[in-house]
């Protein structure tokens, strides 16, 4: 079983401390690409979601909100001006490279979470 990535973004501004997500993008697993976002890497790109902000799903079940990924960590958060640091493995798959595509290309304060399922 591996590890799988999500990244959540959302179009409108955080609201009452929840980032509702209006697009939600999984990559294709890829532990070198997943290595660059995780806490402990270097240069790291990411940071700690800040205390107070829950992330909103839309899910079968309806919205469901959460503070942490499916192991218990506390979500992480990047933005697009932190992404243009990325340096993508040269074997990224077309699917992760147009994900990166579509996340650089939003405003630079964007916050984009990202979920570790």
């Known amino acids: 079983m591996g590890v799988d990535l999500k990244v ?5 501004r955080e609201r009452r401390g929840e980032l509702l997500s209006t697009a939600v993008l999984r990559f294709d697993l890829d532990p070198a690409l997943f290595a660059r976002l995780a806490l402990d890497a270097s240069p ?20 469901r909100s959460t503070v942490e ?19 993508l493995p ?15 290309a939003l405003p630079q304060d964007t916050r984009i979470v990202l979920f570790w399922c």
């Open 90 to 104: 040269p074997d990224a798959v077309a699917w992760n490279r147009a994900i990166l595509v579509f996340l650089l």
């Open 8 to 12: 959540v973004a959302s179009h409108f």
């Open 44 to 63: 790291c790109l990411v940071r700690v979601r800040p205390w107070g902000l829950t992330v909103g799903f839309y899910e079968d079940e309806g919205l």
């Open 69 to 87: 990924d499916r192991y218990g960590n506390r979500l992480t958060c990047t933005t697009p001006a932190d992404l243009d640091g990325l340096a």
